[in-house]
Each structure stands twice: as C-alpha cells, then as structure tokens.
C-alpha cells in the first residue's frame, strides 16, 4: 500500500533541478516549458537542493571540471532519479564540440531521456510529456530488480 | 581624478622612441604599433600607463609567430592599452623565445595575473610573477593548446585541480574561530557556474579566491579552424545571454577588414538591435536581482513589462528559435515596416509600464536597503577594470557610444546616466536609466529611419546576386562556393569593439590571407571584473552576496569561452 502512494506521488510530481549552464534556455527552464507542465497533468516543481530532487534536467556544455560537480550532484539524488538531457549540447556536445567538450554524458551517468534539437522542439517535449508515465513506470521496474 | 592631457600622438611617437628604444611600425586606422623589445616591456607599461595616461589594459593576445620553425619559436605579445580621455588606442608588441619569461605587469593592473596564466597555459610562456597556474583549463590537458606547432592533448575523464587553495587564509583547526567556505560552482542563487572559495570573518568576507574553467569550451580553438561564415552562425548560437552583439560584433570586424562600405539603413538597424539587445539584459538583470527579494508587486509588473518585450523580440526575429538575419555587410532580410509601425506605436506604453516598475522599485526603502553594499569610488573602479553599467554606477562618465561613437550613435541623442556611490543600488539605478535611454535611442532611429539598401556586396567576393542564380552552372557554383567557404580575411591584424549591455566587447584578428583567422580573440568586460572580484567583495556583508553577485550581471561565456 505504502509503495503504491509512493509511487502515485512521484508519478505526479515533478521535482526538478536543472543543472544548466547557459543553454539557449538561459539557464533555468523557459517560460514554455513551465506553461506546458501547467497544462498537463503533472506539477513542475523547482527545488534548489538535489537532495530534493528526482528529476535532473541537463542542459548546455559538460566539460571534465563540470562534469565533476554533475557526478556529485547525481549521487546526492535520492533513489528515484530521472535524469533527462535537454538539447542537442547535453546530448552530444552539439555544434560547440571541441577539445574540452564531452561528448555526451551517459559514460558516467544513466540518461533516461534526450531531447535533440537546437533549440529543443516544442513537439519534442510534448512528446517527452506523453511518454512520462512509461519513463516512470520503467524506472520503477528497474528499482525493484 | 585628473585627466588633463596634452600629447598628440606625433609627441607620444617622438618621446616613446627617446624614452624606449623601439619602433613605430605603422599607423592604420588610428592605431598606433609600437613594436619593442622584451625586455623593456615593465618600463614601456609603465611609462604609458602613469605618463600618458594609458589607464586601461584592453586586452593582451598572444599567438605563435608565423615564422616559426622547429628549433627557433617565438611568441609574439600584441597589448592594446587605451587612454580614456580621448579613446585613443595604441598597439604595443613583443616577440618572447620559448624559454624566456615575460615581465609581471599585474602590479600595475589587476587583470594582469589572469592574463599571465592565460599565456602560460595556451603558449607555455612562463612569468617572473611566480603565477604559472592554470585558470581555464584542468590537470587532465597536456601540452600547449593554441601552439601551432604543438599538439596539445585532452583526456575527457571527471577531474579536479591540485592547485586551487586559498593562498592568504589559514586552514581553520577545531578551536579557531576562523571559518571559510566554498560557493558554487553549483548553486541556486548563482546563474553563472563559477567558484568562489572565500574566509568568513563573523558576518564579512575576507580574503577569497576564484575558480573559473567550468564551462571552458575552446572557443577560440574551434574558430581557428572554421571559416568565417561558421564563426558567425556559430556566434549566433553562442549568444548565451549576450544577445545579437557578438555576430553584430564579428560582422563589423569582417566588414573592417575587407573594407566592405555599409549604408545608414544597415547601421540604423544594427543600433536597433543592439539597444533591445541593452534592455533585454537590463531586464534580465533587474528581473534575476528581484526573484531573490519578497516584492510581489514588482515581480507582477516585471512580468508585464518582460511580456510585452517578448512581442518585440518576435516582431524583430530575435527569438532563440529564429534564424540569423546577419550577414556580413548587412542583413538576410530587410526589416518589415510593420514591424518598424508596431514598434514605434507601442514604445510608450512599454516606456510607460518600465516606469510604474521603477516607482514601486527605486524609492522603497526596503529596496534601497536590501542593495546597500560596499561602496566603490571611481579611482577604485579604474583600477579593477570595471566596464559598462557597473562602471557608470561608480560615478565614471565613460561609455563608447558617446567617447568613439560608431555607426551613427553620433547622430542620435541621449545621455549617459551616472551613479554616486558604486553601490548595488546604484548599479540597478543606472540600468534603470540606460533602458529609458535605449526607447529614446529606438523611436528615434524608428521616426526617421535611413532609406537605403540593406545588404552591401563586397568587392573582393565573387559572389552573384541571388537573381542570377539560374543563369548559369558557374554563377550557382560561385554562390556556392562563397556560402560554404567564406570570404578570403586579408592579411592584416585589427581590432574591432563596440558597447555591450555589460561595456566594451572587442574581438581581436590576426589574418593571413586565408580563409580562417589565424588567432582569434574575443575580450568582454566580465573577464575584468572577475579578476578583481576578490577585492571588490571584501569586507562586504556575507548575506548579501547573491543580491550582489546578479547586480553585476555577470555572464561566464564572455570570461570562459
């Protein structure tokens, strides 16, 4: 019984941080996508701790010194994390890579999601919304094993 | 402070050749070159600087001599020292061997000592300052990246930096009441990912060091390889939170050096761009400084105000999703005169709605209580390099669009707000007035706009026009051909700046007839103030350090690149 509210309430709740820096969404999710989250079913909370959060956004250049401080961030999440690569930078270092760009992050970490595109389609977030609750669902199956 | 001043440049060219044995190697465009030795590099600096009154270090480039051979390698040392009385710019150079060391001249500006990393780190030139530590780059690169002879090396893993400690403060034991702290580079309050590691003593800092490199791209790296039509579409995308001045920037750069002539029509809707690009940041700033305050109100409008902006940017294609209009001598597309008709409708209304913004702002006292930070006098401010906004607010009437105008900033009227103290307060205030500033700069460009043609075609290109296109395979062929190449950069080593939301950019070029640069530089005025943070947030109150922090809008991509 506990484990099914449990996972009612992270189901509906979106606790994100994003951990950006200086995408073209200038640093903090856009307007868009807060209004997006504001039509759907689920809330889209911005918490200023990891340790609160489930929801990793990624966006921009990770570079090795950068990457550092994702990893820590990472492991203070609590168990449940959804870590989402938002943006053709996150993904695989986009138009900019160069000598100290990584190209892509899922070496080090899980990536559950991406989101390609310069900037990102609104189509593809909507989409990204559509396929939560499978993400979720998946991510649990994946806890219990 | 004393700016009196009587040399002209024939006098400066007469004694600096007494004084220093060096040469003047050309006068182009107004530039002076002073080409010396190295190893009268302190006194020259010193001379110009407390002499002639070269008060401010632009910039300081190094790049790898051309002639460069295996056995015998030179660096070469370009600095650009500008006086600000007059905006005058002159251009002293020097060549270093491999295993010489430059002269420390961060006694006599601050910026000095990351300058001084930088060209230990790129080119392996180390100082007598004792400062061969890395600033941008990390433990894990190997080699001498901008080298061209050399083939640095970069490892991707996770690393950290041996050398970063606070220099200055003691390691605290358990009984001391010493207390020192890290901030960032992962941190709510702070937008821009840097690191200041810092020793509280009671409720103020003390000595504090920071650490940037966290988003260290190689920029410069990547545009000595890519051509010119690549570096522009890819400023556009590296806009960041800078806006359209950077491809504005580079375009006008290119435009200089191919002597490519433009029209009133191009510079009138260049300055369009540029002033929304000043109020968007302005906004930005004044919006990210208000998020960490309890004034609903205010937020409320702010929002308004940033709504009605929106449209604006839509209206003129500068939304992140629109495609880049710039070009170099001129535009993709000529401005619509709707657009020019809604805009010059709808100015007073947002002139209207930023001044009920500034009524529940500038005269509260809880406002002007929550931004009483340390104060910084003018001198001060020249000595840390201040530029921009923060500059003005210390009380320093100092602003290229008026001192060197370019385009046609000469033509339009407008004035110069100035603040008393250099405090936050006052930093918000002058943003505050510089946004009045720009509506009256738009609907006065937009009243009278310049008739004209809106793209200007190079001599030297062999491009056709897009009319021709089907008139033959070779005209197809030499469009092409210009589109995914570029125009030939002539020899020739210039640098270009104009005024950002933040103070003077500038980027510097070194070409050799080529389709790419052969060094590029991009200098914004984030990159000053940071490296004089550290003193400028001393003895100030800890709890205010975010508020203080997004007072100076500081954007990491200018300092990291």
């Given at each position: 019984m506990m484990e099914k509210i449990k996972r009612w309430s992270t189901r509906k709740n979106i606790n994100a941080i994003v951990f950006g820096n200086g995408c073209c969404l200038h640093g903090d999710l856009s307007n868009d996508f807060h209004d997006l989250f504001a039509h759907s079913k689920y809330t889209l909370n911005m918490v200023d701790s990891p340790r609160q959060a489930n929801y990793l956004f990624i966006n921009g250049i990770i570079n090795p010194l950068l990457l550092n401080v994702l990893l820590q961030v990472y492991e203070d999440m609590p168990d449940f994390k959804i870590v989402v690569a938002l943006g053709n930078c996150a993904s695989n270092a986009g138009a900019f890579n160069g000598y100290n760009a990584m190209t892509g992050v899922e070496k080090y970490i899980k990536v559950d999601y991406y989101l390609t595109g310069c900037p990102v389609d609104q189509r593809a977030i909507e989409h990204f919304m559509a396929n939560l609750d499978d993400i979720i669902f998946k991510k649990s199956k994946e806890n219990k094993e | 402070m004393n700016w009196t001043f009587e040399y002209s440049k024939e006098i400066l060219v007469r004694e600096f050749n007494r004084l220093i044995e060096g040469e003047v190697l050309n006068d182009h465009?107004?530039?002076?070159?002073?080409?010396?030795?190295?190893?009268?590099?302190?006194?020259?600096?010193?001379?110009?600087?407390?002499?002639?009154?070269?008060?401010?270090?632009?910039?300081?480039?190094?790049?790898?001599?051309?002639?460069?051979?295996?056995?015998?390698?030179?660096?070469?040392?370009?600095?650009?020292?500008?006086?600000?009385?007059?905006?005058?710019?002159?251009?002293?150079?020097?060549?270093?061997?491999?295993?010489?060391?430059?002269?420390?001249?961060?006694?006599?500006?601050?910026?000095?000592?990351?300058?001084?990393?930088?060209?230990?780190?790129?080119?392996?030139?180390?100082?007598?300052?004792?400062?061969?530590?890395?600033?941008?780059?990390?433990?894990?690169?190997?080699?001498?990246?901008?080298?061209?002879?050399?083939?640095?090396?970069?490892?991707?893993?996770?690393?950290?930096?041996?050398?970063?400690?606070?220099?200055?403060?003691?390691?605290?034991?358990?009984?001391?009441?010493?207390?020192?702290?890290?901030?960032?580079?992962?941190?709510?309050?702070?937008?821009?990912?840097?690191?200041?590691?810092?020793?509280?003593?009671?409720?103020?800092?003390?000595?504090?060091?920071?650490?940037?490199?966290?988003?260290?791209?190689?920029?410069?790296?990547?545009?000595?390889?890519?051509?010119?039509?690549?570096?522009?579409?890819?400023?556009?995308?590296?806009?960041?939170?800078?806006?359209?001045?950077?491809?504005?920037?580079?375009c006008k750069t290119v435009e200089e050096i191919l002597q490519i002539p433009i029209t009133d029509r191009i510079a009138a809707i260049r300055m369009l761009y540029l002033e929304i690009d000043r109020i968007c940041e302005h906004l930005l700033t004044i919006n990210r400084m208000l998020a960490l305050t309890a004034n609903d109100v205010a937020l409320a409008y702010m929002k308004d105000v940033l709504r009605m902006f929106g449209e604006y940017m839509y209206h003129l294609g500068l939304s992140y999703a629109g495609r880049n209009p710039h070009r170099f001598g001129g535009f993709y597309q000529d401005i619509k005169r709707e657009t020019v008709v809604f805009i010059l409708q709808s100015i007073g209304k947002f002139e209207r709605k930023v001044r009920q913004l500034e009524n529940q702002l500038t005269k509260s006292i809880q406002w002007i209580d929550q931004l009483k930070t340390n104060e910084i006098t003018s001198k001060d401010a020249m000595k840390y390099g201040l530029e921009g906004p923060n500059l003005r607010a210390c009380g320093v009437k100092y602003d290229l669009r008026k001192n060197a105008p370019y385009y046609l900033y000469d033509e339009v009227e407008f004035e110069i707000p100035l603040g008393a103290y250099g405090n936050a307060y006052d930093r918000y205030y002058v943003r505050m007035h510089e946004i009045y500033e720009s509506v009256k700069i738009i609907s006065q460009i937009l009243d009278n706009i310049p008739s004209g043609q809106y793209f200007m075609q190079s001599d030297h290109s062999d491009m056709t026009e897009k009319d021709q296109l089907n008139d033959s395979e070779l005209n197809f062929k030499k469009y092409d051909d210009y589109y995914s190449n570029g125009p030939k950069l002539s020899t020739k080593e210039h640098f270009s700046r104009i005024e950002n939301a933040r103070g003077a950019t500038g980027i510097f070029i070194k070409s050799m007839g080529d389709l790419r640069p052969y060094r590029f530089k991009l200098n914004g005025p984030t990159y000053k103030l940071l490296a004089s943070f550290q003193e400028i947030i001393r003895h100030d109150n800890i709890k205010r350090l975010p508020l203080l922090l997004r007072s100076f809008d500081i954007n990491i991509h200018e300092v990291d690149r």
């Amino acid at each position: 019984m506990m484990e099914k509210i449990k996972r009612w309430s992270t189901r509906k709740n979106i606790n994100a941080i994003v951990f950006g820096n200086g995408c073209c969404l200038h640093g903090d999710l856009s307007n868009d996508f807060h209004d997006l989250f504001a039509h759907s079913k689920y809330t889209l909370n911005m918490v200023d701790s990891p340790r609160q959060a489930n929801y990793l956004f990624i966006n921009g250049i990770i570079n090795p010194l950068l990457l550092n401080v994702l990893l820590q961030v990472y492991e203070d999440m609590p168990d449940f994390k959804i870590v989402v690569a938002l943006g053709n930078c996150a993904s695989n270092a986009g138009a900019f890579n160069g000598y100290n760009a990584m190209t892509g992050v899922e070496k080090y970490i899980k990536v559950d999601y991406y989101l390609t595109g310069c900037p990102v389609d609104q189509r593809a977030i909507e989409h990204f919304m559509a396929n939560l609750d499978d993400i979720i669902f998946k991510k649990s199956k994946e806890n219990k094993e | 402070m004393n700016w009196t001043f009587e040399y002209s440049k024939e006098i400066l060219v007469r004694e600096f050749n007494r004084l220093i044995e060096g040469e003047v190697l050309n006068d182009h465009e107004g530039y002076c070159t002073f080409s010396i030795k190295n190893k009268n590099l302190h006194d020259s600096l010193k001379i110009l600087k407390e002499r002639y009154q070269f008060l401010k270090l632009v910039d300081v480039i190094a790049y790898s001599s051309p002639a460069v051979t295996v056995t015998h390698d030179e660096i070469e040392l370009v600095f650009i020292l500008e006086r600000p009385v007059d905006c005058e710019i002159i251009f002293l150079k020097t060549s270093f061997e491999r295993n010489e060391q430059v002269a420390d001249f961060s006694t006599l500006w601050q910026i000095g000592d990351w300058y001084l990393r930088e060209i230990f780190e790129f080119f392996g030139l180390s100082n007598t300052a004792a400062s061969n530590r890395q600033l941008l780059t990390h433990d894990n690169v190997k080699g001498f990246l901008l080298r061209k002879n050399d083939t640095g090396e970069v490892i991707k893993a996770p690393t950290y930096r041996n050398a970063f400690k606070i220099s200055s403060a003691v390691v605290p034991s358990v009984n001391s009441t010493q207390q020192w702290f890290s901030f960032g580079p992962f941190h709510s309050s702070l937008d821009n990912q840097f690191r200041i590691l810092m020793e509280i003593k009671e409720d103020r800092i003390g000595a504090s060091e920071i650490e940037i490199g966290y988003h260290h791209l190689g920029l410069e790296k990547k545009f000595e390889e890519t051509n010119s039509h690549g570096i522009l579409h890819l400023l556009h995308r590296y806009k960041c939170l800078s806006g359209n001045t950077l491809p504005i920037l580079w375009c006008k750069t290119v435009e200089e050096i191919l002597q490519i002539p433009i029209t009133d029509r191009i510079a009138a809707i260049r300055m369009l761009y540029l002033e929304i690009d000043r109020i968007c940041e302005h906004l930005l700033t004044i919006n990210r400084m208000l998020a960490l305050t309890a004034n609903d109100v205010a937020l409320a409008y702010m929002k308004d105000v940033l709504r009605m902006f929106g449209e604006y940017m839509y209206h003129l294609g500068l939304s992140y999703a629109g495609r880049n209009p710039h070009r170099f001598g001129g535009f993709y597309q000529d401005i619509k005169r709707e657009t020019v008709v809604f805009i010059l409708q709808s100015i007073g209304k947002f002139e209207r709605k930023v001044r009920q913004l500034e009524n529940q702002l500038t005269k509260s006292i809880q406002w002007i209580d929550q931004l009483k930070t340390n104060e910084i006098t003018s001198k001060d401010a020249m000595k840390y390099g201040l530029e921009g906004p923060n500059l003005r607010a210390c009380g320093v009437k100092y602003d290229l669009r008026k001192n060197a105008p370019y385009y046609l900033y000469d033509e339009v009227e407008f004035e110069i707000p100035l603040g008393a103290y250099g405090n936050a307060y006052d930093r918000y205030y002058v943003r505050m007035h510089e946004i009045y500033e720009s509506v009256k700069i738009i609907s006065q460009i937009l009243d009278n706009i310049p008739s004209g043609q809106y793209f200007m075609q190079s001599d030297h290109s062999d491009m056709t026009e897009k009319d021709q296109l089907n008139d033959s395979e070779l005209n197809f062929k030499k469009y092409d051909d210009y589109y995914s190449n570029g125009p030939k950069l002539s020899t020739k080593e210039h640098f270009s700046r104009i005024e950002n939301a933040r103070g003077a950019t500038g980027i510097f070029i070194k070409s050799m007839g080529d389709l790419r640069p052969y060094r590029f530089k991009l200098n914004g005025p984030t990159y000053k103030l940071l490296a004089s943070f550290q003193e400028i947030i001393r003895h100030d109150n800890i709890k205010r350090l975010p508020l203080l922090l997004r007072s100076f809008d500081i954007n990491i991509h200018e300092v990291d690149r």
